[in-house]
């Protein structure tokens, strides 16, 4: 089973950018698809971006569509989200994710890291 570690999180202002790091470990990284979701206080968590296994396949929401970038490194066991043109509303704790499968459903994501807190000042 992978391990998932996220970094990046941070505070930044309005329009501003970020990009969140998530390094994986202890399985086979480039038999997973790879996501990011996040958790807002009191909002369910959702999927925001995902890759497939070689990089070849990208979804996106469509609240970040245009402003969000996933890719992945698997030569470095890494996948990225760019966060550009961040709004007070991204705020959130941003999850990376590994599914076997490409899904947009939380629960067949079987591997997930601890979270990074993104706060957007406005």
């Known amino acids: 089973q992978v391990q998932l570690v996220e970094s990046g999180g941070g505070l930044v202002q309005a329009g501003g950018s970020l990009r969140l790091s998530c390094a994986a470990s202890?399985?086979?990284?480039?038999?997973?698809?790879m996501g990011w979701f996040r958790q807002a206080p009191g909002k369910e968590r959702e999927l925001l971006a995902r890759v497939s296994w070689r990089g070849l396949t990208t979804y996106y929401a469509d609240s970040v569509k245009g402003r969000f970038t996933i890719t992945r490194d698997n030569a470095k066991n890494a996948v990225y989200l760019q966060m550009n043109s961040l709004k007070p509303e991204d705020a959130a704790v941003y999850y990376c994710a590994a599914a076997l499968t490409s899904s947009e459903c939380a629960t067949n994501y079987t591997a997930w890291g601890q979270g990074t807190q993104v706060t957007v000042a406005s």
């Open positions: 202890g399985g086979t990284f480039s038999s997973y698809v």
